[in-house]
Each structure stands twice: as C-alpha cells, then as structure tokens.
C-alpha cells in the first residue's frame, strides 16, 4: 500500500531533551515536506525537500532540522523542544518537480513538550 | 490578509443537505488542492484542480481561475463527512487555508 509512515504517532517529552520524528515513504517520490498545525493559525510549512541532499526552510523553521539522506526518508529533528513546539506534526509527499501532483500526508505526531 | 481564504469557518448542516465551502486566492498558483482532516487528525487528499471540475462520488470540486475562486460541494451530506476541510494553492509548496469545519448532524 502506497503510504507516508510517521512514527511516533503521540510524544509527551520534556523541554530540551532532543528528539525525532520519522517519516518514510514507499512510492519513490521526490518531493517532502513537514508541517506543524496550530489552533487558529492552520498549517505551517517547517522545512521541505525536493530530493536527496535538497532542503529548504520552509516559513517556520526556527528550533527544527532535518535531513534527507536517503529517498524515502525525511526525518525531523528537534534539538532542544520548547513548549512552542506542542503541536500536531505532518509529513507529506509528492512525486516530481513539478507542482500539479497530488500530495500523501502521513497520520501526524502529536507532540507535547512540557 | 491571508493568500488563501476560506469560508465558511464553521458549517453545521443536517443530514442530507446540500453543502458548499468556498476558496478564495489572492496569488499565482498552479493547482489548487482540497484535502479531509477527520477528527483524530489524518490528512486525505480529496481532490487537485488546475481547470474545470472533478467528481468523486458525492464529492465534487470546481474552480474558476479567472476569478480566482473554487468551490468544494456535497452532495446528500452524511454524518461521516463531518471533517475539517481545507484547501491549498499550490505554488511549488503548498499555501493553506485555514480551514471549515463541517458538522452533519443526523
């Protein structure tokens, strides 16, 4: 089944105690990308990935990296999480370069920081 | 003012009724997608536009890029499709809307 696997699915941690979220797909696609969503604010691009070794900030990625080593995987790394990070996290993807393809989410982290 | 917009932000129909949920863009976009977000947080993509219409079984999605404007529509609402709804212009990366949340009640 074509899929985005993100893992962990729920994580309570505390403030800077460094952490990471993974994300893999299966459908060999080029493009991907995570976002936070927040209550009244909708979804927000972090950081992004066209193809292996290709990242780009996305409009909030301050307290985040990631990395993109191999294809199919597009891990998001928190550093030092503060409580701003308490959010629900999504990892997408979408095949080519091009910008009219359809995207895959993943089911989401939600992440609290205490 | 927000590049996306959408509206309404809170629908509540009964069961069996027509529904529409507007998308407004104020940028260049090449597609124009509409995504599901169920209670307990999953995303779907339901649809992705760059002309005209689609339909997918009561579903259907239309956008005008003249005016700048697509509609999500539908039909024989049904309790199941309570969700957020959101839509998002495609610009390389996705811009989003905020979102309408659509309660059908029985």
């Known amino acids: 089944e074509a899929q985005v696997t993100q893992n962990p699915r729920y994580l309570i941690t505390v403030t800077g105690k460094k952490l990471t979220v993974t994300c893999s797909q299966n459908?060999?696609?080029?493009?991907m990308s995570w976002y936070r969503q927040d209550p009244g604010l909708g979804l927000r691009q972090i950081y992004y990935?066209?193809?292996?070794?290709?990242?780009d900030k996305g409009d909030v990625p301050e307290g985040y990296k990631v990395s993109r080593k191999e294809k199919r995987n597009f891990p998001l790394i928190l550093e030092s999480p503060s409580p701003n990070q308490t959010s629900l996290y999504f990892c997408?993807?979408?095949?080519?370069?091009?910008?009219?393809?359809?995207?895959?989410f993943g089911s989401g982290t939600r992440l609290t920081v205490v | 003012k927000n590049e996306v917009e959408q509206s309404p932000q809170n629908l509540t129909a009964q069961e069996g009724e027509f529904i529409t949920i507007n998308c407004s863009y104020s940028?260049?976009?090449?597609?124009l997608h509409w995504l599901q977000q169920h209670p307990g947080g999953g995303i779907v993509s339901l649809f992705m536009?760059?002309?005209g219409k689609k339909k997918h079984g009561r579903l259907i999605a239309t956008i005008n890029i003249q005016e700048k404007h697509s509609s999500l529509h539908i039909t024989a609402s049904h309790p199941r499709d309570s969700a957020v709804y959101i839509c998002?212009?495609?610009?390389?990366?996705?811009?989003f809307g905020k979102g309408t949340k659509l309660s059908v009640k029985p």
């Open positions: 459908m060999n696609h080029e493009y």
């Open positions: 536009l760059s002309s």
């Open positions: 997408a993807s979408r095949p080519g370069s091009s910008f009219v393809y359809g995207y895959t």
């Open positions: 998002a212009g495609s610009q390389g990366n996705l811009i």
């Open positions: 940028v260049g976009i090449s597609a």
């Open positions: 990935s066209m193809n292996v070794e290709v990242t």
